[in-house]
Nanobody, 122 residues
């Protein structure tokens, strides 16, 4: 069982930065690939970024490449999403999720957090 709690969301102007954090508790955190997803009310949840269990691999959705960076610290059971040059279209609830399978499918992620709101004003 892995429990995930996101933090770091908030209101920021376009062009600004935020750093999301995801604290994981439970066993074998370092065994899981970790991902970030986001969802706008009324729309489907979208994949944002993922990082493999050993940090060697990362993937990003095209719209955030060059602006967002996912990272993890297995010694602290933490996952991060550094978001730079934020755009109004980045506004969403951001979710942290854990999966034994490295990839972008929400359905493959057995554990999910409650989400943190990110709002980017123009």
């Amino acid at each position: 069982q892995v429990q995930l709690v996101e933090s770091g969301g908030g209101l920021v102007q376009a062009g600004g930065s935020l750093r999301l954090s995801c604290a994981a508790s439970g066993r074998s955190f370092s065994s899981y690939a970790m991902s970030w997803f986001r969802q706008v009310p009324g729309k489907e949840r979208d994949f944002v970024a993922a990082i493999s269990w050993n940090e060697h691999n990362t993937i990003y959705v095209d719209s955030v490449k060059g602006r967002f960076t996912i990272s993890r610290d297995n010694t602290k059971n933490m996952v991060y999403l550094q978001m730079n040059n934020l755009l109004p279209e980045d506004t969403a609830v951001y979710y942290c999720a854990a999966s034994l399978r490295y990839g972008s499918r929400w359905e493959d992620h057995d554990y999910r957090g409650q989400g943190t709101q990110v709002t980017v004003s123009s």
